[in-house]
């Protein structure tokens, strides 16, 4: 049960942390973007999908965000 709980939580958080993503980097201007090379409507895809959940079985992130720092993992 507690498991259970655990994944449902932790799918949340990084459905949260992918949409936070996605929001910051389209706050971006398309200069800044060139400069990283990456397009705009490349932007949800950097994140993974939504359907990957937090275990990342489908559509694995490429690039993540922390505190405003880009990297790949």
Do not use: W
Not at 7 to 16: G, K, N, W
Not at 35 to 64: C, H, M, N, W, Y
Request: glycine fraction near 10%; hydrophobic fraction near 35%; charge should be neutral.
């Amino acid at each position: 049960m507690f498991e259970r709980i655990r994944h449902i939580f932790d799918e949340l958080l990084a459905q949260r942390e992918r949409q936070a993503n996605i929001r910051y980097f389209d706050g971006l201007s398309d200069r800044v973007l060139s400069d990283i090379g990456v397009d705009r409507s490349e932007i949800p895809s950097l994140f993974g999908s939504a359907e990957a959940g937090a275990t990342g079985q489908r559509g694995q992130p490429s690039l993540r965000v922390v505190r405003g720092t880009h990297y790949a993992p």
